[in-house]
């Protein structure tokens, strides 16, 4: 019998992700987000995280998809990445899923080439495919240390109105 995978899934245009749900915190409605200067394109911010400033991803830009206005149903998937606390937001987080490791297929040669440092497989549940993504390896460990020093760019004042 092969064993279940429990994976967070999530979309971001129209493709379906799906990560391993012991990396997911919690998911959020997307917050304020205080944009800070000099971060790389894909940063969008921090937002307040009950206290915390956390910073947050856009996947859309992370991945390459094009900009779209946002909309009730985008979600801010708060993860633990090497012991760092991320946010990412997507276009909506759906459901847990549960996949067999049997239904996983290693990542196309084509998908290896454009992402496959943080692409680790491709999963088939019914109709569905679910591209599985090693978050990890999304962030790349120059840019996690990035992401240490944003909360370190923040003055007081704009902490304070954060965190209001």
Do not use: C, W
Request: proline share 7%; net charge negative.
């Amino acid at each position: 019998m092969s064993k279940i995978l429990q994976l967070v899934g999530f979309k971001v245009e129209r493709e379906f992700f799906g990560v391993q749900i012991a990396a997911v915190k919690e998911i959020v409605r997307v917050p304020q987000i205080t944009p800070v200067p000099d971060t790389p394109d894909f940063v969008e911010g921090v937002i307040n995280l009950r206290g915390r400033v956390v910073p947050v991803i856009d996947m859309r830009k992370r991945i390459g998809a094009p900009h779209v206005e946002r909309k009730k149903e985008n979600r801010v998937l708060i993860l633990e990445l090497d012991g760092k606390i991320v946010g990412i937001t997507v276009d909506s987080a759906s459901e847990i899923i549960k996949l067999p490791e049997d239904a996983i297929e290693p990542p196309p040669e084509i998908v290896s080439y454009l992402g496959g440092e943080y692409v680790t497989g491709v999963g088939k549940l019914k109709e569905r495919l679910i591209v599985l993504l090693d978050l990890a390896r999304l962030l790349r460990p120059e840019e996690m240390k990035g992401m240490e020093t944003i909360g370190k760019q923040i003055t007081p004042d704009v902490e304070r109105e954060i965190l209001q």
